[in-house]
């Protein structure tokens, strides 16, 4: 069949080609093929014929400060916790300025939809956390995204609870990162989809998205979608295949049993992402290509559905 519409709803963008090269290293690419920043995403997003995208951002302080404090050897703990203390604040003006710019440029193109990142795990205090989230809500985001294992944080941390009554109630969603291999060090994988239950079972109205839906720890979504209606998956990293190695290789759910698994899941609940450009759109929207699904299943996955979700119809 002729491609349908696409909406991508996990697209991590930059300011500009310079940036990209940074965030998303591809060595040997030249500066024209870095094409997921504001100067050239709406040309490559017509050139892979997708009409909206998701626009998330996360940027991994936590990473970031932990690299500057090991260039600290002689430092004494003293020493440490005020440098940790002083590129926190640094980092959270940091993300402010980047969520400004997200939902800056979502208000000047309706294509591009503004998801910018609000979590305890880079803004560390609950009070600047929501104090964040209200300033983006007035600015026009139409979602949160979250990452738990870059921010260091199980989902049920009870530090998350307000952000979570406050996006409830304003019925506005969150995508959120998950089954990412980010080991706490008390045990545990933060993102593992399990982990999420109790805040489906707390907050029954929150519209959710749990990205990566095909990648490690994929059968345990299965039960989620079952008990949770108001959850929804996205294919972020796809399946793991020929012609394309998915985002946790071995641990993603096989190509061949991607029909069982979306049916599962409920067709009508699954939304197409790539995780660009972080992981190569083409590959994984020619492998979706090929599972053997209707011609309806696919359209609603790559289109149909977050039309929907997002209320774009």
């Known amino acids: 069949m002729a491609l349908p519409e696409v909406i991508d709803v996990h697209v991590h963008l930059t300011r500009d080609p310079a940036q990209e090269r940074i965030v998303f290293p591809k060595p040997g690419y030249p500066d024209e093929w870095y094409r997921a920043n504001e100067p050239r995403v709406l040309d490559w997003m017509d050139d892979e014929g997708v009409s909206h995208l998701f626009m998330i951002n996360y940027m991994d302080t936590n990473r970031m400060i932990a690299s500057r404090l090991a260039r600290m ?17 640094e980092h959270v003006e940091r993300l402010r300025r980047f969520n400004a710019w997200c939902c800056e440029l979502g208000a000047r193109e309706p294509r591009l939809i503004p998801f910018p990142c609000v979590d ?7 009070t600047v956390m929501m104090e964040e989230l209200e300033t983006r809500l007035a600015e026009g985001a139409r979602g949160i995204k979250l990452h ?10 009870e530090r998350m609870f307000p952000l979570y009554e406050r996006l409830q109630e304003a019925d506005v969603p969150i995508l959120s990162d998950t089954g990412s291999l980010s080991p706490a060090p008390a ?18 109205r929150l519209r959710f998205i749990m990205a990566h839906a095909a990648s ?8 989620i979608a079952e008990r949770f209606p108001q959850v929804h998956f996205d294919l972020a990293g796809g ?9 946790d290789g071995h641990r993603a759910c ?26 190569e759109a083409g590959p994984q929207l020619r492998s979706f290509m090929s599972i053997p699904l209707s011609d309806a299943e696919r359209e609603r996955i790559l289109a149909k559905n977050a039309r929907e979700f997002i209320g774009l119809d």
């Open 187 to 204: 045990g545990g994988v933060y993102g593992e989809p399990l982990n999420f239950v109790p805040v489906f079972e707390q907050f029954p």
């Open 148 to 157: 738990p294992g870059l921010g260091h944080y199980f989902p049920g941390d």
């Open 239 to 247: 399946f793991q295949g020929p012609g394309h190695h998915a985002r």
């Open 216 to 223: 490690a720890f994929w059968d345990e979504r299965i039960p």
């Open 254 to 279: 096989p190509i061949e049993d991607a029909p069982r698994f979306l049916r599962a899941l409920g067709i009508e609940r699954v939304l197409w992402a790539s995780d660009a450009p972080g992981h």
């Open 73 to 89: 050897p002689d430092a004494s703990e003293a020493e440490l916790e005020g440098a940790r203390e002083q590129l926190r604040e």
């Open 120 to 126: 305890i795990g880079i803004f560390y205090d609950v």
